[in-house]
């Protein structure tokens, strides 16, 4: 079993929809949650960075941490044709350099 | 730009030749990190720098891979003797003192014919 679990996707949603994607950890020494945005061969883009149970939002993005049942969620809302991209959850464990571990990342696309 | 660069973007070779990749991280920031990601996969860790001082390696790093990061600038990943297994983006990261907010570059994408 992979230490971060995610659906590949693809996720197709028309524009304006609030999408909904999800990450599930096994290791609960993973203590800083991330979202990053990857479009077609390019390098990932940091979305967010939450490090405590709750909501963290920016702009029409949202980010939601739940230590206890050890899932994370990105929400994104009003969504644009431009957001279509894969999105990669990621997280660490605790000390100032730490390598990431990620999921399989959630292939979205958006629709006019 | 200011941000991690990496060179080159696209890289075909043929099994069983040596290729080697540069990352310039962004200015000042002391950590720097390479991951591997194939195609529908998440990246994968292989190993991290702190200054000049390579501090872990990955399981994935076999011993025809080795990087460098002399005078703790820009680092090189090499590839010995390339396998048609080693297609994949190798992406490369950095991060600053205080914080592990890890930015990465553009990638190098590997073709093993």
């Known amino acids: 079993q992979k230490e971060v679990e995610q659906d590949p996707g693809p996720l197709s949603v028309p524009e304006g929809a609030i999408v909904s994607l999800n990450c599930t950890y096994s290791?609960?020494?993973?203590?800083?949650f991330m979202w990053y945005r990857q479009y077609s061969r390019k390098g990932p883009e940091l979305l967010m960075y939450t490090y405590s149970s709750g909501n963290k939002e920016d702009g029409r993005f949202t980010a939601q941490v739940d230590k206890s049942s050890k899932y994370i969620s990105l929400f994104i809302r009003d969504s644009q044709p431009s957001d279509s991209a894969t999105y990669l959850c990621a997280m660490r464990g605790t000390g100032t350099a730490s390598k990431l571990t990620f999921g399989t990342g959630t292939r979205l696309q958006v629709t006019l | 730009d200011t941000g991690v660069s990496q060179d080159p973007r696209h890289k075909i070779t043929k099994r069983g030749q040596n290729v080697t990749f540069r990352c310039d991280p962004i200015s000042e920031h002391n950590r720097l990190y390479w991951y591997r990601q194939t195609l529908g996969q998440g990246p994968e860790f292989l190993t991290y720098?702190?200054?000049?001082?390579?501090?872990?390696k990955s399981r994935l790093l076999s011993n025809r891979f080795s990087a460098e990061r002399p005078k703790g600038s820009f680092s090189t990943l090499e590839i010995q003797r390339t396998e048609q297994g080693d297609s994949a983006m190798y992406l490369c990261?950095?991060?600053?003192?205080?914080?592990?907010?890890?930015?990465f570059g553009p990638g190098t994408r590997l073709t093993v014919l």
């Open positions: 290791n609960s020494a993973f203590q800083y």
């Open positions: 720098f702190q200054n000049e001082a390579q501090l872990e």
């Open positions: 990261a950095s991060s600053g003192a205080g914080t592990d907010t890890q930015y």
